[in-house]
């Protein structure tokens, strides 16, 4: 599907709320319209919380973490007392250790990890097991998806002045006719450890087998140094991504329902996946 | 074909058994005329027509046309409507014959005590038909306006057992009933989407409309279609007599309607439109900005509606009705980043109706209609240009003959049809260089049958009772669904000033709103009942006591309702709606229930006029775990959005003189049930340096928010221009600036150096402070 169709989605969302705000702005420009609050929320049992990406050639890791009422204090509680272990394809066990860090690439915090580089190919399953020591449990498997190859990159500058010109940028690739396929395309501007530049997820529900063509409005400057990432992914991390995006845009927006996240783990909450992507750089110019 | 039996054969029996075949002794007569208003000659339905001393009366048609059998010899008659001088008239009746009456406006510059509207209340008082609102525009108007907005939908959020959807807007809430099942009628042709601006106004234009019924329960025989009500809105017919402007200039929109006769005393039409200009404004506004670095520019949104009405009197027995309605919301935006956007929605109705009295005895009401609703968003970037867009379209036939068989029995039979044609989602994505060429589209057709009977049988002067059955049918595709819906209501005159009523109906609604947002939005989508999606259905009894108090000026009436309802639509979590050719697989079924006290004292007569209403109310919902889902809040029963606990209504007009009317409304609520994030989470993604907390919600809408309060304060004042009326209309919206619940949210608070997480708080926002405006209305 074009590019334009996240975008459609994400405003017709908002859209109520923004026409709602833009005539309040209009009409009561200073009235204060907000206040603190108190509340008093139910209290409920705390849930694992697992993240783990898996990705071949890297020294597995993951973290652990747990749910915390919402208004708790947001210094997180590093939990000692969790075992991991990963199941390979080969039905192998390997136990992770728990070594707290950072990881320099990704610049994410990590609880547990695994002693060598992962061997995966597409098609291998692999399974989870997280234990603590007060009987929470949970378990994932996952598989990992073909990689789906972009195809091309271009863009198009728009036709004004050099400080205002501007480029839009065209990913195209080719949608396997076979299967039900769910991606994710992540651009980061000069580096990826930073925030992506543009992060959003599909399906080719509409468009199983076709050339699928994905962009971006103009947002590009010349010499724009671009990391397009094109992940195929499996449909419970799509859904897991979806549902995550449910459940944030319901905070603060009353036309929303409350959406519970769909984790791809069972026994707590989080997501357990094997990543299947192909990554190009590009120069704007 | 599924055959919903329950019922049938009790509804048969009485049905049956209870057909008039008595004979009657004593020589009567009828008599037959219409009601007009003396100012226009426009018709007034729902006038009142009544013998006081013989304790019977009728109310006059949509075409003002009443029919009275009574006894030969002397008799006082006594007219009466809202908003018009009661009028009495001595008569000896001889032989049947035809009687028509022009009432005077109530309000008028001469300045007297205005008496009006008693008849009314008597007539409420005994007719059978229990748990329903009539309002006139022309009350309406008095009252204060949110924006100076008057809103008819608005007015009736203030009765008993009605609900809004939420602060400002026009959804309508009805006995634990959903937005979607409320059938909204115009001049007799269906409206999809009753409003504008996202909910804030409703479709209906005050100048176009007389007047509006709203039956929350004992639902008459010939509605069907929607569980929880039916807003029954009619339009004027414009002045028979001579041409006239009238208009307003308000602060967000200005309204012009031009009427007049087409052949005098023969025919007359009236025009109307509004728009609103916000757009102006934010035009301004961005051009102003469009230096400034990094501005967004407010987007483009307008609305704009026409009514037209004409009718033409054919001959003594036969008029032809022909309404119009066309309105389009237009919101749209360029954004800085070459992205344009443009969205349009609005519905199209149109209905002819000729009325043909065979006698004055027997009507004949023939109504062809059709409504369309629709939507488009089109998206364009450079060479790309992307399209979704959605659209009910329905042509209807009903006829409806009503026979007034002897003053102990009048029958209504009924007939209609309707062909559905549901496009429940188009999409196109496509460039001009031909790289891209993308469509989908998923049609349904549907037919929906229905037929009716009911019997208004009076026993005696103290009972009554209105019995029928409603045959419904409904086809899409090879899938076909059929149900009879009984329905039933009786009066019982304990006393000449006390009535206790009953009533039960069954309603069936075969068509669905596909929608996840809990409020009804311009993407909402109409389907059709299909295989694996079976009609909604619902149920309910009242009984209620109605007393006539202080010499007939007060009505209190007290209802108690229970409703029960199956086949309730809700959606899977993440369901996708756009572009779905398989959304059958997206609906979840689930149960209702709602129950509840109404109580109600109004007054209608005097300078000071208005209503007191207190309900308490319980709704609840349930779906269970289905189709490889885990249902709603886990299988278990919750309050719907929409569910409050209390809710107190007074309202109060008061003619201070000639020139000046005092209008007040104060409104109390329970909270709204809303579901906020019990825990949080962090998730760290796979790249970025950014930590986002995740929510986790806990049973639905187990949190109730602060209660809702207001005051609004109104005043009409009169001008005394050289040509022609005016008025200056003033309103204050939320007079003591209440800071109401809209919603509440959660947020991070961050050190404002190192941008790290400080705290989590609970914010809540309100929509409307205290908004006082002011309206200039014309007339000439």
Not at chain 1, 57 to 75: A, D, I, N
Not at chain 2, 147 to 167: A, C, I, S
Not at chain 2, 552 to 568: C, I, P
């Amino acid at each position: 599907m074009t590019c334009l169709l996240p975008l459609t989605y994400t405003l017709l969302k908002s859209l109520r709320c923004g026409a709602v705000a833009g005539l309040l702005c209009l009409i009561f420009t200073g009235c204060n319209l907000q206040k603190d609050i108190d509340v008093e929320l139910p209290a409920v049992p705390s849930q694992l919380v697992v993240e783990c990406y898996l990705e071949p050639g890297q020294v597995p890791r993951l973290t652990v973490s747990e749910t915390v009422p919402y208004l708790s204090s947001p210094t997180p509680t590093l939990l000692t007392d969790v075992s991991v272990v990963l199941t390979l394809p080969s039905g192998q066990k390997e136990a992770f250790r728990f070594t707290p860090g950072l990881d320099t690439l990704t610049q994410k915090f990590f609880t547990h990890k695994g002693k060598n580089p992962l061997v995966a190919k597409p098609g291998d399953t692999f399974k989870l097991d997280v234990q603590d020591t007060q009987g929470r449990h949970v378990t994932g498997t996952a598989t990992m998806p073909a990689l789906v190859p972009i195809d091309s990159i271009r863009w198009k500058f728009n036709d004004k002045s050099t400080e205002e010109r501007r480029a839009y940028l065209l990913v195209k690739f080719q949608d396997p006719a076979a299967t039900a396929d769910f991606y994710r395309l992540q651009i980061h501007k000069d580096s990826i450890s930073k925030d992506p530049n543009r992060d959003f997820e599909l399906d080719d529900r509409l468009t199983n087998g076709q050339l699928m063509t994905l962009g971006t409005s103009y947002r590009y400057s010349t010499n724009d140094t671009l990391l397009v990432t094109l992940y195929h992914i499996d449909q419970p991390y799509y859904r897991f991504l979806q549902s995550v995006n449910d459940a944030q845009n319901a905070n603060g927006n009353p036309f929303a329902q409350p959406a519970a996240v769909r984790s791809t783990v069972e026994g707590g909450v989080g997501v357990f996946t094997i990543l299947s992507y192909n990554r190009k750089q590009v120069i704007v110019r | 074909m599924r055959l919903y039996l329950s019922a049938l054969q009790f509804s048969l029996f009485v049905f049956l058994s209870a057909l008039p075949l008595l004979a009657h002794a004593q020589q009567r007569f009828t008599l037959s005329g219409v009601v007009r208003s003396a100012a226009d000659r426009s018709v007034l339905p729902g006038a009142s027509v009544a013998v006081p001393a013989l304790g019977t009366g009728v109310t006059a048609d949509s075409a003002g046309f009443y029919s009275l059998t009574l006894p030969a010899g002397r008799h006082q008659l006594a007219i009466s409507f809202i908003g018009y001088q009661s009028q009495t008239r001595e008569l000896n009746l001889v032989k049947s014959q035809r009687l028509s009456f022009s009432l005077p406006e109530a309000s008028n510059e001469l300045g007297e005590v205005v008496i009006e509207g008693t008849g009314t209340l008597e007539q409420k008082l005994q007719t059978t038909q229990m748990s329903v609102e009539h309002l006139n525009a022309r009350d309406a108007k008095l009252l204060p306006a949110l924006f100076g907005e008057v809103d008819l939908l608005k007015t009736l959020q203030l009765k008993p057992g009605v609900q809004n959807g939420g602060e400002g807007t026009s959804g309508l809430f009805v006995r634990g009933g959903s937005a979607d099942q409320n059938l909204f009628l115009l001049d007799d042709a269906l409206v999809y989407n009753p409003s504008h601006l996202f909910g804030l106004f409703s479709v209906f234009n005050s100048d176009a409309i007389q007047s509006v019924d709203l039956y929350k329960g004992g639902f008459p025989a010939q509605y069907g279609g929607r569980l929880s009500s039916v807003v029954d809105v009619k339009t004027r017919d414009g002045n028979a007599q001579k041409f006239g402007v009238s208009g307003g200039l308000g602060l967000i929109s200005s309204r012009l309607t031009v009427e007049g006769p087409i052949v005098k005393d023969k025919g007359s039409f009236v025009l109307s439109g509004r728009r609103t200009y916000f757009d102006v404004f934010t035009r301004q506004i961005n051009k102003l900005n469009e230096d400034t670095e990094d501005y967004n520019p407010i987007p483009d949104y307008y609305f704009y509606d026409f009514n037209a009405k004409a009718n033409y009197k054919l001959g003594e027995k036969d008029q032809l009705f022909l309404t119009g309605y066309y309105g389009r919301d237009v919101f749209g935006f360029n954004s800085t980043g070459g992205f344009n956007f443009d969205f349009t929605w609005g519905n199209t109705v149109g209905s002819l109706r000729w009325s043909h009295a065979f006698s004055p005895k027997l009507f004949l009401n023939t109504t062809v209609s059709t409504t369309r609703y629709q939507y488009q968003i089109a998206n364009k970037l450079d060479q790309f240009g992307f399209s979704l867009s959605s659209e009910i379209r329905d042509y209807a036939v009903r006829s409806d003959l009503d026979y007034l068989l002897n003053d102990k029995h009048t029958i209504k039979l009924g007939v209609s049809a309707t062909n559905h044609r549901f496009n429940v989602g188009r999409l196109s994505a496509s460039s001009t260089d031909g790289s891209l060429n993308i469509g989908s589209e998923t049609v349904y057709t549907g037919q929906e049958a229905s037929a009716y009977a009911s019997d208004n049988f009076k026993v005696s002067d103290k009972l009554q009772f209105d019995y029928g059955l409603r045959l419904t049918g409904f086809q899409s595709g090879t899938d076909r669904f059929a149900a009879l819906e009984p329905r039933g209501a009786l009066r019982y005159s304990l006393t000449p000033k006390t009535s206790l009523k009953a009533s039960y109906a069954m309603m069936y609604q075969y068509v669905h709103l596909v929608s996840n947002s809990g409020a009804s939005l311009p993407t909402d989508i109409w389907y059709p009942s299909r295989l694996n999606v079976k009609p909604q259905r619902s149920q309910q009894v009242a009984t209620g006591v109605s007393f006539l108090l202080g010499q007939g000026k007060y009505l209190l009436t007290n209802e108690v309702y229970y409703k029960w309802a199956r086949n309730q639509v809700d959606f899977r979590d993440g369901a996708q709606l756009f572009g779905n050719s398989d959304l059958d697989a997206e609906f979840l079924f689930g149960k209702g229930w709602a129950y509840g006290n109404e109580l109600y004292l109004e007054k209608k007569a005097g300078r000071t006029t208005g209503w007191v209403g207190y309900s308490l109310a319980w709704t609840q919902r349930q779906f269970p775990v289905q189709r490889g889902s885990s249902g709603v809040n886990n299988g278990k029963v919750f309050y719907p959005t929409y569910d409050r606990r209390h809710n107190i209504t007074v309202v109060g007009l008061h003619q201070l003189n000639t020139r000046i009317n005092l209008t007040a409304s104060f409104v109390f609520t329970s909270g709204a049930p809303t579901t906020l994030p019990s825990g949080r989470f962090l998730l760290q993604d796979i790249f970025g340096d950014d930590v986002e907390a995740v929510p986790i919600y806990p049973d639905r809408n187990t949190y109730r928010m602060a209660s809702y309060h207001r005051i609004d304060l109104g005043m009409v004042y009169k001008l005394r221009p050289k040509h022609g009326e005016s008025d200056l209309t003033f309103s204050v919206y939320n007079a003591y600036n209440r800071r109401n619940p809209y919603f509440i949210y959660f947020e991070q608070v961050r050190n404002k150096e190192t941008g790290d997480v400080t705290n989590f708080r609970a914010r809540q926002v309100s929509l409307f402070p205290v908004i006082p405006s002011v309206t200039y209305n014309f007339k000439f």
